[in-house]
């Protein structure tokens, strides 16, 4: 095989990669973000989820996409692993769609499918239009670069050593493990599907050899699921592992129907007697039948996927309620008991937060403020959550005494979470004195020190120990004297600013640092007053 040649089919197989990357970036973009919100909302149940997994998959041509996708939707608690199980059975069957393109024998006409695609997409001044072009353009490199992979390829028709090794591949072991790598690599099934369907059009492999390469790439195709999934949640990797699961499992499965039943055959009895076609028929069978075969099984690959990773995440841990537990039936008096108990874990996150934000305003730490804005996030699930509960709960039988007690909480629940609000507003205002280098005066911090302390000295005598009828009266002078010392505060502010003592942008984020400090105790008296 000479130089020319070798530079021929490289050169192809360039166009071919390029013209399948053009066509599912412009289909994707066709699409926009409705194909995500299709997928994060149609999927109430397991065949609708398969559906819409082959749809979405078909249009934007990349089942890899799909599954990271899913994979994130899963990571970010959008979707369960049961219904990304579906997802991931139509998406395999959905990029059967693309082999079945690439088997039609178009490539006379592929540089005009090009120029078509290349007018609609330089010269429409419609986004929608060029992205189809774009789409359109990719499809006709595709076909080009095939063809130059095939021409590219004549001569190994004559060449001994090859045939040799194409016919190796007749071993099921090596075929699977010769798909696998090159999908790994490429990081493409229908990539390589494309590749292995030029070499086939030349007669220098046989369908019976191509047919364990074939199965080879649904597990490759894998890898990037896998990728995607590293350090992301437990729940997301075990999505990935499902995907892996599912195509190692339809390969051995159909590794051993080989043995017995005449695959290669079959599908040549259905088949154009093109090679290409044979291979994207045989792609096509694989994936529904695959899907059929493990659809009633669908459920069990998922737990599987938990006893394989076990455990939770902490993030999910913390992403719970600890001290509920709604599907278990107590009376009014224990169900109070249980809301108590978890509006103090809430106010223990707000605390954190509080002291951590305040820290912030002295010496800024990134992954400090990363934290608070994590436990912000927990701590409006937590108020989400004991509200929803707690309004479900009012329909128990109960006295007017614990009624009240009820939705006392209910606004307890409500203030917390500003509390944490106004928390996360400090840590904001320390990220932007931080980056821009602003300092506060020496009275300044002294001023904020006195405030804090009071704060803390509120919080202390809250937690653990919210309803108690003493703390109402500390609370609540606490807070007064707040009050005061926050108006003197603004007054000695304006005094400072007047005098040029104090850089005016430092000056505004000291006043919403004074306001947030302000609410936060109002919140707090609240709190104690409400819970009384």
């Known amino acids: 095989m000479s130089v020319q040649y070798f530079i021929e089919l490289l050169g192809g197989l360039a166009l071919f990669l390029y013209g399948m990357e053009m066509m599912s970036g412009g289909l994707e973009l066709v699409a926009g973000d409705r194909l995500r919100v299709v997928i994060e909302k149609m999927t109430s149940n397991f065949f609708k989820a398969i559906l819409v997994g082959a749809f979405v998959t078909a249009i934007i041509q990349s089942s890899s996409a799909t599954t990271v996708m899913v994979v994130g939707f899963v990571n970010a608690g959008l979707m369960t692993i049961y219904q990304a199980v579906g997802i991931i059975m139509g998406a395999n069957i959905g990029t059967t769609v ?3 393109l690439v088997a039609l024998n178009v490539s006379q006409i ?5 120029f078509v695609g290349f007018l609609q997409n330089t010269f429409s001044s419609k986004k929608k239009i060029k992205y189809v072009g774009q789409a359109v353009m990719g499809l006709g490199f595709l076909f080009m670069g095939m063809e130059f ?6 001569p190994l028709r004559e060449y001994p050593g090859f045939i040799t ?3 190796k591949f007749e071993n099921p072991i090596l075929g699977v493990l010769a798909g696998t790598t090159i999908t790994a690599i490429i990081q493409s099934s229908s990539a390589s599907l494309g590749i292995l369907q030029a070499v086939a059009n030349q007669g220098v492999i046989p369908l019976r050899s191509s047919m364990y390469i074939v199965f080879g790439f649904n597990i490759g195709t894998c890898i990037t699921s896998v990728l995607s999934s590293i350090g992301s949640s437990k729940n997301a990797r075990r999505t990935a592992l499902v995907h892996v699961l599912f195509n190692i499992i339809g390969t051995i499965v159909f590794v051993l129907i080989a043995f017995f039943i005449p695959i ?4 040549k009895s259905f088949s154009r007697d093109v090679p290409a076609a044979q291979i994207a028929n045989l792609h096509t069978l694989f994936n529904i039948a695959t899907s059929v075969l493990l659809f009633p099984f669908s459920r069990k690959l998922a737990d599987l996927s938990f006893k394989l990773i076990p455990g939770v995440d902490k993030e999910q841990e913390e992403m719970s309620l600890q001290f509920i537990n709604k599907h278990i039936v107590k009376d009014a008096s224990a169900t109070f008991t249980d809301i108590r108990a978890e509006i103090n874990r809430m106010l223990e996150l707000i605390n954190q937060n509080y002291k951590e934000a305040m820290a912030l305003l002295y010496k800024f730490d990134e992954d400090i403020y990363d934290e608070i804005f994590h436990r912000e996030q927990v701590i409006n699930y937590l108020n989400k959550e004991i509200s929803a509960f707690i309004i479900d709960s009012l329909g128990l039988s109960m006295n007017e005494e614990i009624s009240a007690h009820f939705a006392s909480y209910l606004r307890i629940s409500r203030d917390l979470e500003r509390i944490g609000d106004h928390s996360k507003n400090i840590a904001d205002v320390a990220k932007l004195k931080s980056e821009e280098k602003m300092i506060f005066t020496d009275d300044a911090v002294k001023e904020l020190d006195g405030l804090n302390n009071i ?3 509120m919080f202390d005598a809250i937690i653990g120990d ?4 003493g703390i109402v009266k500390q609370m609540r002078d606490s807070n007064e004297e707040i009050q005061k010392d926050v108006n003197i505060y603004r007054n000695n502010h304006m005094l400072r600013m007047r005098d040029k003592t104090c850089d005016p942008e430092s000056g505004l984020i000291f006043e919403k640092t004074l306001t947030a400090m ?5 919140y707090i008296s609240n709190a104690a007053k409400f819970a009384i």
């Open 455 to 457: 704060i803390l000295k």
């Open 264 to 267: 290669d055959e079959i599908v």
């Open 98 to 100: 693309t082999g079945q």
């Open 518 to 522: 302000e609410r936060i105790s109002s």
């Open 149 to 154: 992979m095939s021409k590219a390829m004549e």
């Open 165 to 167: 090794l194409m016919t």
């Open 110 to 114: 592929a540089p005009i499918i090009a």
């Open 466 to 469: 919210i309803d108690s009828v």
